[in-house]
C-alpha cells in the first residue's frame, strides 16, 4: 500500500514559478470576454447593411427617414448591457463552482485555486476528484482513473507510480499523487476547455434556426434589393425619391431585431437562473431543458441528501469482531466516503489493526475492503453482491432493503489478492444506514408529473430499497423495481423498450447508465440526467442535458451543463420554466420579425415588377415597425411561458410568417392602388398604405400575443393607440410624413387592413390546426 510521503514544492519553488508563468491559468469557460460580446454585437452583418442604407438617406434623403440607423446602436447597446449582466451572474457563480484542488507544499496539503497549481506541484487525489492538470503519478494506493473523457473508454484505469495522468480524467477509486508536468495552456484538456464557452451556442436549434432565417433572407434581399433598386432609379422622378423607395424596402426586409430578442433572452435566463444560484456552463442548456421529456434521477444526492447516518449493527453470529471489523475499514481512509464517514460516527476510534492490502470501494464493483495483518480480510458492501442468492443472510437484508434502508454486509474472506474472486464469503453483519429525502423532492417531482415529463430513477442501490424511496415520493411505476443486472446490454431494441415501459432501477452500473441514456434517446426522447458522484459522469456526458449537484464531485460538475448551486432538486423546475419561456417567446417574436420580412419581400417584388413608387418612405417602416413588431416583442420575449418546447421551429414559424406576409402585402397594394387610382398624391397614398399596413401587422400582433392577460391586453391596445396619435397630433403626422386630407379614404385603407386581419384570423387557425404554434401560454 502506497502512501504520498514527498514534501511536495517549497514557497520559494512555487513564487519562482508564478513569477516565470508556470501557472495553471486557463480562461474561465463561463463566458466569453468582454472584448468578445463588444464584437459580436456591433460587427455584425445586419449592421454592416443598415449602416450603408443609413449613409444613403443621409446623402439623398430627409434626416427623419434614417430614424433606423438607431436600430444599430440599440441592437448593439442592449445586447452588450444584457450579456455583461449575464457575464458577471456566470463569473460569480464559475468561482464558487470552482473545485479547490488539494497540492502539498512545504511538507503540508493544503487547498488552492486551480489556476493557482503551478509546474511541480504535488497534486492529492481521492475518489470523486478531476484531474485538472497533467502528470506523472508519484504514489498510488489502489488509485483508479476513469478516462472515458478522453479516450472514449469506461473501464477505469489502474495507475500506479510512474504512469502518466492526464487533465479531463478523474479518480473512481482509491487515493494518490502525482506531479503536475503540465498546466494551463499545455495541459491536455486545456483546449476541450477552451471550446467548451457557455456563449458557444452550438447544438441549440433555435439559435441555428435563427441563423437559417438570417441566411435565406440574405439570398433573397440580394436580388429583390437589385430589381427594386432598377426598378426606382429607371422611373422618371428624382433620385433622392428613388433612394428612400429602395432603402424602405430593403430595411423593412431585414429581420433586425430577431437575433437582439433571441440573445437578449437567453442572456435575461441566465441572469434569473443565476439568482437562483443555477449556473448555466452552457447556453444552449436553458432550450435543451425546455425540450425534455425523460428526467433520468439517481437517488442518492439527488432524491436524498448525501448524508447517512448508521442506523443499525446486526451481528449475524460466530462470535466474529464486529465492531472492531467495522471500526477498521471506517478509519482506514483519511478521507472516506460518506458511508465510511457514517460507520466512522459510531466507530471513531480504530482498533489498531495494521492493513497490509486494500481495495478502494467504486461503483462498478459495490465493495470495498482491507487485509489486516493477523485479522484477515474484511469486506463490505452490497448484500446482493457479496452473498449468494437463498442464504439467511440474503434474505434478511433484501427484507430491510424492502423498506427504503440501505442495507450493507460486513463479511469476512481469506484474501483479498484478486478482488475479481474473493472466494467464499462468511457474512459477519447486517449494516442499515438511513437515508434522508430531500424535502423538496415529493414536490418537485409531481411538478414534472404535471409537465408530461417522465422520470427515471436509475441507482446503484438494491432494486427494492430504490423501489422503496421511489414509492415513498409518488413516483407513478415506482413499485415495480428491475434490476439492472437482468437487462439486455447486447440488444439496443429490447433494451430501449424496457426504459420505456418502466420507472425504477436498482444495481445500475456507471456503464449502464450511460447504455440507458442512448437507450431513451434511440426512441426520440430528449433526455436529462442529474447526479453528483463519479458514477454519474458517463451518463452526464452522454445525455442531452447533464445536471449536478453543487456539493457533487469536481469531475460532475466539470461535465455537466448546469450546476444547481445550492443543492437543492427544487431548483429544476425553474430551469424549465427559463428554457420554455425562451423558445415560446422567441417562437412568437420570430412569428412578427418574418412577417414583416415577407410582406417587404412581396412589396419589394411588386414594385419591381409593376414599376410604382415604392409605398413607403423609412419613416413609415420605422414607425410600423416600432408599434407592431419592436416595441411588442421586447416585452413579449421576455414574458412567462410554461409550454413544453417542440423541434420543427422553422418550418413552424414560416408557416405561420410567409402567408401572413403575403396577406399583409396584398392587403397593402391594394390599398395603394386605390389610392393612386382615386387620383390621391404619392404622400396621401403611401398614408393610406401605412394606415392599411398598420391594422394587418397589429392584426397578426393581436394574435400573436394570446392568450390573453391584462398586460399584454394593455400592450396590444396602447399600440393601438400610440399609431392613433400619430395620426391626430399635427407634429407627429409632419415627422412621420403622414398625410390624411380625405377621411374616406382613411376609412377605406383601414377597412382593407380590417379585412386582412380577418383572413389573417383563419390562417393562424388553420396553422394550429395542422400542428403549428401562432401562439402560446
Known sequence: MQQVTEPGLTSAQVAERVAAGQVNDVRRRSSRTVAAIVRANVLTLFNGVIAVLWVLIMIFGEWQDGLFGLVIVANAAIGIVQELRAKRTLDRLAIVNESPVRVRRD????????????????????????????????????????????????????????????????????????????????????????????????HSELREGVTRFIKYVTWLVVPIGALLTWSQVSRETEIGEAVTGTVAGIVTMIPEGLVLMTSIAFAVGVIRLGRRRCLVQELPAIEILARVDVLCLDKTGTLTSGGMELGEVRPLGGGLPVDEALGALANLDPDPNPTARAVQVRYP??????????????????????????????????????????????????????????????????????????????????????????????????????????????????????????????IPGGDRAVDARTLPEDDPEKLAEIMDANTVFGRVSPHQKRLFVGALQSRGHTVAMTGDGVNDVLALKDADLGVAMGSGSGATRAVAQIVLMDDSFAGLPSVVGEGRRVLANIERVAGLFLTKTFYAIVLSLLTGVIGLAFPFAPRHSTLINALTIGIPAFFLALAPSNERARGGFVPRVLRLAVPSGVVCAAAVYLSYWIAQSGGLSLAESRTSAVITLFVAAWSVLALVARPYVWWRVALVASMAGLFALALAVPFAREFFALTVADPAAGLTAAGIGAAAGAVLTGVFAVVRARGGRPSAG
Do not use: C, M
Not at 165 to 173: H, I, K, R, T
Not at 352 to 367: C, D, E, I, L
Not at 391 to 412: D, N, Q, S
Open 349 to 474: 476510534d480504530s482498533p489498531g489493526w495494521t492493513a497490509t492490502a486494500k481495495v478502494a470501494f467504486s461503483s462498478a464493483r459495490k465493495w470495498s475492503g482491507a487485509e489486516f495483518d493477523g485479522h484477515g480480510g474484511w469486506v463490505l458492501g452490497a448484500p446482493d453482491v457479496l452473498l449468494p442468492p437463498g442464504t439467511p443472510a440474503y434474505t434478511e437484508a433484501g427484507a430491510l432493503a424492502a423498506t427504503g434502508l440501505r442495507v450493507l454486509v460486513l463479511g469476512r474472506v481469506a484474501s483479498l489478492r484478486d478482488p475479481d474472486d474473493l472466494g467464499d464469503i462468511e457474512a459477519a453483519a447486517i449494516v442499515v444506514l438511513k437515508q434522508r429525502l430531500r424535502p423538496e423532492a415529493a414536490d418537485t417531482l409531481a411538478y414534472f408529473a404535471g409537465q408530461h415529463v417522465a422520470v427515471k430513477v436509475i441507482s446503484g442501490d438494491n432494486p427494492e430499497s430504490v423501489s422503496a424511496i421511489a414509492t415513498t415520493l409518488g
Open 107 to 202: 511538507g503540508t496539503d493544503t487547498e488552492v485555486a486551480p489556476r493557482q497549481v503551478v509546474l511541480g506541484d504535488l497534486v492529492l487525489l481521492a475518489s470523486g476528484d478531476q484531474l485538472l492538470v497533467d502528470g506523472e503519478v508519484l504514489d498510488a494506493d489502489g488509485l483508479e482513473i476513469d478516462e472515458s473523457l478522453l479516450t472514449g473508454e469506461a473501464d477505469p484505469v489502474h495507475k500506479v507510480p510512474g504512469d502518466e495522468v492526464l487533465s479531463g480524467s478523474f479518480v473512481v477509486a482509491g487515493r494518490g499523487g502525482y506531479v503536475a508536468t503540465r498546466v494551463g495552456g499545455d495541459a491536455y484538456a486545456a483546449k476541450l476547455a477552451e471550446e467548451a464557452s457557455a456563449f458557444g451556442l452550438a
